[in-house]
């Protein structure tokens, strides 16, 4: 198995990124050999040397897509950047899954072009593990189809519920719709729709939840459309920042015990988007894990290990097989 990484994408790529591929070496995530960083190599080479790291392929990639960028046209015209060559390298069966923490738009559309999407897959999603008070869950669609169907939401909660199980140890992920109530009757059109259709799929359904029941660990899985994901996604971000800040002006002003600023520390570091391994595009012909621009070496370390994951556990032949049944099922 080998893990193509977009060694140009990232705010601080690429240093992060061969950090993040160190980290994942000496943590035994993966051996050296198995790891393709696409990019340009006489910039990440030197990197390569400067922290140690042997036996690392480099795939020469001279374009590089901009975090500010249109995705269509980055993919369109820049067809020997650092995701589209990553993603070939993938296609072509030289590394089984794709990490990048650049550009999200280009890398859902070149994974979309270049990879296709699974069988029986409609329209892929992105999915984000958050923090829960019994462990992270997997919300949804955040953003990658805002105009949803009820079988796209039905196929998000089957390939978020093999995801979850794969990479977050949750033999049995139970998944929660997301609504306006929890009561029957509630909701629009789609969303009733879509319950009546996990009603009767195979998977562990919790029902209705509502907002404030994301992160209190009541289910391992959240459904929602990606409009909704998407704002769901930028106002826990948000949150967690001003927080962050409340609390640490707080102890400027009134410097804590040392035993309560390291705990106080800990539980930040538990909300800490670099701990969950990325956000996993589901329902296309690969795993790939697409990181938060700002990501660090320990987060690229993170994407690997979900990346890892993904392929050890047969995650896309899981979801395409329970997606067969489901339809089988429907027609039968």
Known sequence: MRVAVDAMGGDDAPACVVEGARLAIEGGILPSEALLLVGQREVIE??????????????????????DESPAAAIRTKKDSSIARGMKAVASGEAQAFVSAGNTGAVVAAASLILGRLPGVSRPGIAV???????????????????????????????ASVYASATLGHQEPRVGLLNIGEEEGKGNPLIQEVHGLLQQAPLKYAGFIEGQDIMSGTVDVVVCEGFVGNVILKVTEGLSGFMRHQIYSAFEAHPPRPDVGQAIGDAFRSLDYAEYGGAPLLGVAAPVLIGHGRSSGHAIMNMLKAAVASVKHNM?????????SIEANAES
């Open 316 to 324: 896309n032949q899981n979801i395409t097989d329970l997606l067969e």
């Open 46 to 67: 030197p990197m390569l040397d400067d922290q140690e790291v042997q036996g690392v392929e480099v795939i020469d990639a001279r374009e590089v897509v901009a975090m």
């Open 129 to 159: 593990p958050v923090p829960t008070r019994s462990g992270p869950c997997v919300v949804i669609d955040v953003g990658a189809n805002i105009f949803c169907k009820p079988v796209h939401m039905l196929q998000y909660a089957v390939m």
